[in-house]
């Protein structure tokens, strides 16, 4: 038993205080676990943001420049140290002089402030400006040389030459995909990407050099099985290309074309481009560290095989942000929502992992703290030896790189501040990580990751904290008052630069990542544990993976709800002017919630008000905006450079002739729309800028059959077609001339393709299927894609006496110049509608077939003009309308 060995008995005036936080803790034995904090640390700020400003601007100097500042600056940095010490030396000497001894007085010390650890000396705006001094200084320093690596050597100078070399590099990063995209009516190739080192290179006369130089390799032309145009998702099983199974840090020998770099921030000397996609020559295996991870990567890839698709992507993508599974669609998604960052390796991944070992971190540091560690005996010395080793774990397996190391240290910053409860003395913790790294990879100044993790982390310790506490105040639960403190102030940190790279603010952010919040950790955790036991056992692997797969779907779930709300989010200026813009508004909602808080009938008026501007009910939305109009019988959709067409067929359902180029773009003039059922899919033919917006039109719709031409070209795209079909089990025919359909007041004729046996066509444009509408005694005319040759073929055919004086002509292939002229004068149409894309390279519509369809007395309305068309009404009164 331990007794005080204090001064009871000294005098009151002599006897020390109660602590302040003992005598408001309500307790005669004051606060069990104290927290004293003192005024917030805000010395390191200053040199991380000047090393910060100062790599960002010091990358494109030359070396000249860099060394010179560099030089200034440590020469400012010494006369201030000097003049400090000087004076301080001064100050120290008088006063030792008017010092007199005072022995007859007893005088008790006044003890320092508890977090008042930092000398005096260190302390003042002198040692503060040396210290910005000194860290531009060893930032210019860094980002000179870092700059220089792209400037020196062969390399640059081959580029601006676009000359074709071989070369030996040396892969720095994870081979990834393209995206799929349109060009014209094909989808183009996609191709495999890769950052690498060019560490030997051989001219034309066959002299080699060795250097150093970063770049960007292309492999042009490859088709990745696991993602094809669209955004579907191939059987698991399917080979993988050779390219997406390099591994970091192995060497290949390529035969290549050099091309300067364009829009990569600088951060490469030159693009590779390897024209042949063949079987890479690799010369140099990668490091024993990568192939431990990409084992371990493959092993968490095996595991997830058998996952329903969003799970099967987005799990590897938590774990180890392996995103090679990740459809466009999803990924749109996940954009919409702003719950991209989960795709991404993130602190939050780190800081999961390690509060598994160490429990809940606020109670890392007391006796009674949980975790595996304390059940096993573990000492608090060992476990951070054992977070550390975790850490170094999480670095290799997830790549060394600086996105990677960038996510390891704001990880290890948030855990410290949870764990030690000292949120405030966490601010130089960050300022440091921001400075460590800058130093390490001035490239981080320029990237816009790099810069949305140092604002989360900020968030989090500043922000965060104090808005739980207000929340709790007004009785909202605590767990449920951190997780939507901390997603609010994350948002209102963060909405302004993504706003920048998105042009675009999610209204449904905060929810989304309070809905997602609860399934990350364990899909986290899960995950790796999948992760740890592929190379072992296999079995429980999968059933890791399986048991991680319901909360990753459940993520995925959320963000396709949440991006599929007609209101998820507004367009906004994608400039830096935008984002301040956002940052005031975000501002004074944050001054006007403060308000509002105290009325809770307005905070109910206004979350009301946000639900509808989100979810837009079709009701309300026709009321506001008038469209689509009321008793509307068709509808063209704005989907940029390709066609989307609507026949309505009762309330929520329309059959849909093709699905334009853009799948999100088809599926919001849907959801505009109100179309919730489907009966009928029919694409006219198999060309991309028809075809591949079709996971748009299947995405949450109850959808009956797809109807195509028989003419089955391209085959990439029919194949496309045919596994979006399987994948949700829908049925497939073809269309033939003679056939007639019926649904509800709607009811239609094919014209075209003839059926078998029949010549066969000059391409995919002329097998287009033709349809003949009858809506509410409108007769309309949807042409496809047909040129002149298969149009004078239709006129010839039985069906050509059917085309006389239509309402409504969907005109053929975008408007082009290759019109039949006889074909316009036997519709003689009423209103002509041409769906092409703004400024597209074709010169969609020709000026010639406008003029032929106002000779014949048609209105011409075009999408690139008018945007989205609806068409109401019946044969006598004819009514369009622009959304």
């Known amino acids: 038993m331990s007794h005080d060995v204090g001064t009871p008995d000294l005098p009151a005036d002599l006897a020390p205080s109660r602590a302040a936080v003992h005598a408001a803790s309500g307790s005669r034995l004051g606060a069990s676990h104290p927290r004293q904090e003192g ?73 320092p402030h508890p977090r008042s650890t930092v000398p005096a000396r260190l302390t003042g705006p002198r040692t503060t400006v040396a210290a910005v001094l000194l860290c531009v200084a060893a930032a210019a320093v860094s980002a000179g040389l870092h700059g220089a690596d792209l400037r020196r050597g062969p390399v640059p100078a081959l580029a601006r030459q676009y000359a074709t070399v071989t070369a030996e590099v040396e892969i720095t990063s994870d081979p990834r995909l393209t995206r799929p995209r349109v060009r014209g009516d094909r989808m183009a190739p996609t191709s495999v990407l890769f950052d690498a080192d ?83 020559a690799v010369v140099g295996e990668p490091s024993a560290a990568q192939r431990l991870a990409g084992r371990l990567r493959a092993g968490l890839r095996e595991a997830t095989d058998g996952l329903p698709a969003d799970a099967r992507a987005l799990l590897p993508g938590l774990v180890v942000g392996d995103t090679s599974r990740i459809t466009p669609e999803l990924d749109e998604a996940f954009k919409e929502t702003d719950l991209a960052h989960t795709l991404a390796v993130s602190g939050s991944n780190l800081t999961i992992i390690l509060a598994l070992l160490i429990g809940p971190p606020g109670l890392a540091q007391r006796v009674e703290r949980r975790g595996m560690a304390p059940r096993l005996g573990i000492s608090l010395r060992t476990t951070a030896l054992l977070g550390g080793g975790l850490t170094l774990a999480f670095v290799v397996v997830c790549r060394p790189d600086p996105s990677v190391l960038r996510a390891a240290a704001c990880g290890v910053v948030v855990l410290l501040a949870l764990a030690t409860g000292r949120r405030r003395s966490l601010i130089p913790a960050l300022a440091t990580a921001v400075l460590l790294l800058v130093l390490y990879d001035p490239w981080l100044a320029r990237s816009y990751g790099f810069l ?115 209101g998820a989010g507004v367009d906004w200026p994608g400039s830096w002017t935008g984002a301040v813009l956002l940052a005031l508004a975000t501002l004074v909602v944050l001054l006007a919630g403060r308000r509002l808080v105290r009325h809770p009938w307005w905070c109910g008026v206004c979350g009301v008000l946000l639900v509808l501007v989100v979810v837009q009910p079709p009701p309300l939305t026709r009321v506001v905006t008038g469209w689509p109009p009321p008793g509307w019988r068709f509808a ?58 079709l996971p748009g ?78 809506s509410a005694g409108l007769r309309l005319l949807l042409l496809g894609d047909l040129e002149p040759p298969a149009q004078r073929d239709l006129l010839r055919s039985p069906a050509g006496a059917l085309l006389g004086g239509v309402d409504v002509l969907k005109v053929a292939h975008h408007g082009s110049a290759y019109q039949d002229p006889e074909l316009i004068r036997r519709a003689a149409p009423r209103l002509a509608l041409i769906s092409c894309g703004e400024d597209n390279p074709y010169g969609h519509p020709a000026p010639s077939t406008v003029a032929a369809l106002r000779a014949q007395g048609a209105v011409v309305l075009r999408t690139d003009e008018d945007g989205a068309l609806a068409v109401a009404g019946t044969g006598a009164e004819l009514r369009v309308a622009g959304d």
């Open 39 to 111: 005024p917030t640390d805000l010395r390191l700020v200053p040199p991380a943001l000047a090393a910060w400003a100062t790599a960002a601007l010091i990358l494109d100097a030359s070396q000249v420049w860099a060394a010179g500042a560099a030089v200034v600056c440590l020469a400012a940095a010494g006369v201030l140290l000097m003049v400090r010490r000087g004076g301080q030396r001064e100050r120290v000497a008088s006063a030792r002089k008017e010092r007199a001894p005072r022995l007859s007085q007893v005088s008790r010390p006044k003890p």
């Open 198 to 280: 060019v560490r030997q290179v051989e001219g034309a006369d066959g002299t080699a050099v060795v250097t150093r130089a970063p770049v960007l390799v292309i492999v042009d032309g490859e088709r990745e099985s696991s993602r094809v145009a669209g955004g579907a998702s191939q059987p698991p099983g399917n080979r993988r290309s050779p390219w997406m199974e390099l591994l970091p840090s192995t060497r290949l020998r390529v035969a290549a074309r050099l091309a300067p770099a364009l829009g990569d921030g600088g951060r490469i000397a030159a693009v590779l481009r390897v024209r042949d996609p063949a079987v890479p």
């Open 452 to 566: 949305l993790s140092v604002l989360a982390t900020g968030a989090l310790l500043t922000l965060a904290p104090r808005w739980s506490a207000a929340l709790r105040r007004r009785r909202v639960p605590p767990r449920l008052a951190e997780a939507l403190a901390a997603a609010a102030a994350a948002q209102a940190l963060c909405a302004p630069v993504v706003a920048v790279l998105s042009a675009r603010v999610s209204l449904v952010a905060v929810p989304c990542n309070l809905l997602a919040e609860f399934a990350i950790a364990p899909a986290t955790v899960l995950g790796f544990a999948a992760l740890a036991a592929a190379p072992f056992a296999m079995p429980v692997a999968k059933a890791l993976a399986w048991c991680g797969g319901w909360p990753a779907g459940w993520i995925a779930d959320v963000a396709r709800t949440g991006a599929a709300l007609p």
């Open 636 to 693: 063209m959709c704005d989907v940029g450079q390709g066609d989307a067409t609507v026949l309505a067929a009762g309330e929520g359902t329309g059959v849909v002739v093709d699905a334009g180029p853009d799948p999100a773009l088809v599926d919001r003039c849907l959801r505009t729309l109100g179309i919730t059922r489907v009966p009928l899919v029919v694409l006219t033919h198999f060309h991309a800028d028809h075809v591949a917006g």
């Open 697 to 774: 039109v299947l995405r949450g719709r109850e959808v009956g059959a797809i109807e195509t031409t028989g003419h089955e070209e391209p085959m990439d795209q029919v194949e496309f077609v045919h596994r979006e079909a399987a994948v949700r089990r829908i049925p497939v025919t073809r269309a033939a001339a003679g056939e007639m359909r019926r649904t509800g007041a709607l009811s239609w004729q094919v014209l075209w393709p003839p059926p078998r046996p029949a010549p066969a066509p000059d391409g995919p444009n002329d097998a287009s299927v033709t349809l003949l509408v009858r």
